[in-house]
């Protein structure tokens, strides 16, 4: 592993040994260079600081800080009151965001290491989660921690809480392009609102590698388009907490009080835009084995695959899409679909045949997912529908897309839900519970499309603002 911090510098410069002594007095190593001794040294120095000859010059993660004061060092290396706070991730995975964004918000320093950028830091996440890639996982004073949610982090680094006292006009539960949506309207009608996201901002289209029927856009990432709405409703005054996981809405008198794992929020009305997630084929070893080779987004765990063969489970426009996406820099990609048919779009259909190292296995069912003796995915069992033969298909990792499950579980007895567990609403967008409105992929009938969950955006929030007034 290589984790060494490079300090060009001299004996007697006293910013060099005010540096020396932080970095002493915290415990944290690093490799020390003599300029006055290293021509080469000196040279790079000079290089990195236009022309100057200025140290100390510190190289932290291939990345230069010149004459770095205390406050600086603490920031970048992670140095707090409470411990030394490193963070492994990578800008794409949607925990490592929330996670990043609690600790800014709580004022906490941390680390931040691109397991992207450093192949060490990828061996070390599966070092420590046995062989497992799981991000974010976070140090605490060299402890380790996989995906922390944002409770655990409270008591790790004794953040102080305060129970928030404001009274918002609507509390939208999910920050997914429709909830996003409903709070610029909202906030654009000077009625304040409060964003309770569980994981980070974006939802499944944050997920998305490449969105390219979004109006306006012939083609933008989903994270980019999501930082854009995020951007949006925060200009216009909109709060957003992310790490929020709810627990319960009660009615109190002409108030709702959400109850979230961390605190309670009181609102004068409530829109439920928590969007769905990934369904589970349910066969033997798929929960084992969820994190030690089977994924259920391309882009969030794609990049550790690269130049590397995968499998893609489905047939529909997400399976193919993201197969498609996924192909551009893995070996190889074989879909397994379960009918003679892929009931995707035609634009994917045809794009397959012009892709060389996508092979298709149709009429396959999924039987069985097959472990290595350590434990890691190792190939998927299938078999024949036509001929009931059985077969394995080896790859180094496999992604699931079949389909979406409503996130509605925690609102099963507050609101009415459909036999499927999605929302069940009014024409604008009302739950069986006045005051509750529902936008979305977790209501009944919604199309799971980011340009149709603005649209339900915009009508939660004509009828919160109809109730309201």
């Not at 320093?109 to 830091?121: K, M, R, S």
């Not at 798929?286 to 047939?315: M, P, Q, W």
């Not at 149709?362 to 890691?376: H, P, Q, R, Y």
Request: charged share 25%.
């Amino acid at each position: 592993m290589i984790d060494t911090i490079v300090f060009y510098g001299a004996d007697w410069c006293p910013d060099c040994i005010r540096a020396k002594n932080f970095l002493k007095d915290n415990g944290i190593e690093y490799t020390f260079i003599d300029v006055d001794l290293d021509k080469e040294a000196t040279s790079l120095v000079e290089k990195i600081n236009n022309g100057k000859r200025i140290i100390p010059t510190l190289i932290i993660h291939d990345k230069s800080y010149t004459n770095p004061d205390n406050i600086v060092l603490s920031s970048v290396l992670g140095i707090n009151d409470v411990g030394r706070v490193q963070l492994y991730g990578a800008d794409w995975c949607p925990d490592c965001r929330r996670a990043k964004s609690f600790l800014r918000d709580s004022g906490i320093n941390f680390e931040f290491i691109d397991v992207d950028i450093h192949p060490w830091a990828t061996q070390k996440v599966e070092e420590i989660n046995r062989g497992k890639r799981i991000i974010p996982t976070i140090l605490i004073d060299n402890i380790p921690y996989t995906n922390p949610d944002n409770q655990k982090l409270t008591v790790l680094l004794s953040i102080n809480t305060e129970k928030e006292t404001k009274i918002f006009d609507t509390i939208i539960i999910g920050g997914g392009a429709a909830g996003l949506t409903t709070s610029i309207y909202a906030q654009r009608d000077r009625f304040d609102t409060l964003i309770l996201e569980k994981k980070n901002i974006g939802g499944n289209a944050f997920l998305t590698e490449k969105i390219e029927n979004y109006p306006g856009f012939h083609s933008i990432s989903g994270p980019k388009l999501m930082d854009k709405m995020e951007e949006q409703a925060k200009t216009y005054g909109a709060v957003v907490k992310t790490g929020e996981e709810v627990l319960s809405i009660v009615k109190s008198g002409e108030l709702f009080e959400v109850e979230t794992k961390s605190n309670s929020y009181s609102g004068k009305t409530v829109v439920l835009s928590t969007g769905s997630t990934y369904r589970k084929l349910g066969i033997p070893n798929e929960e084992e084995l969820i994190g030690s080779g089977i994924h259920f987004c391309a882009t969030c765990d794609g990049a550790f695959y690269r130049n590397k063969d995968i499998i893609v489970i489905g047939g529909g426009n997400s399976a193919l899409e993201e197969g498609i996406f996924l192909a551009g820099f893995c070996k190889s990609v074989k879909i397994i679909n379960n009918t003679n048919q892929f009931s995707a779009s035609d634009t994917y259909v045809e794009k397959l045949s012009t892709i060389d190292n996508i092979t298709t296995y149709m009429n396959k069912t999924s039987v069985e997912f097959i472990a290595d003796e350590n434990g890691l995915f190792d190939s998927l069992l299938v078999q024949d529908n036509a001929s009931n033969e059985k077969s394995h298909i080896s790859a180094d990792g496999v992604f699931i897309f079949i389909g979406l499950v409503p996130n509605t579980k925690a609102f099963k007895d507050i609101v009415n839900l459909d036999e499927n567990g999605f929302v069940q609403t009014t024409a604008l967008a009302e739950t069986s519970v006045t005051g509750i409105f529902a936008a979305g992929d977790c209501r009944e009938g919604a199309i799971a499309q980011v340009a149709a969950a603005t649209g339900e955006g915009v009508l939660a929030s004509y009828g919160v603002r109809n109730f309201l007034k």
